[in-house]
């Protein structure tokens, strides 16, 4: 079956940096497109990042982009989410999914806070 694990999150002040890592299974993780989500207590899921199969063509929600960069490991069946210059609106528990399939996994929490 699908299984996706975050992890990486963790408390940072404005300005930090953190990486996220998305380690997949139960599929073909070397042609399937990626993508990370993020989603903020009391607030709608938002699109952060996509990363296509092959090429990791990478696509980015307006408020990270230039801030976020997606990438993947097709050996391995990981993606990553470098997440610089952090902001306090960057709070949220960030998600991983298969780009057309309705798996998710735990979620990893991200706390941007001084």
């Known amino acids: 079956q699908v299984q996706l694990v975050e992890s990486g999150g963790g408390l940072v002040q404005p300005g930090g940096s953190l990486r996220l890592s998305c380690a997949a299974s139960?599929?073909?993780?070397?042609?399937?497109?990626m993508k990370w989500y993020r989603q903020a207590s009391g607030k709608a899921r938002e699109f952060v990042a996509h990363?296509?199969?092959?090429?990791?063509?990478?696509y980015y929600g307006a408020s990270v982009r230039g801030r976020f960069t997606a990438s993947r490991d097709n050996a391995n069946s990981i993606m990553y989410l470098q997440m610089n210059n952090l902001k306090p609106e960057d709070t949220a528990m960030y998600y991983c999914?298969?780009?057309?399939?309705?798996?998710w996994g735990q979620g990893t929490q991200v706390t941007v806070s001084s």
């Open positions: 139960g599929f073909t993780f070397s042609t399937t497109d």
């Open positions: 999914t298969p780009n057309g399939m309705d798996y």
């Open positions: 990363i296509s199969a092959v090429l990791g063509t990478t």
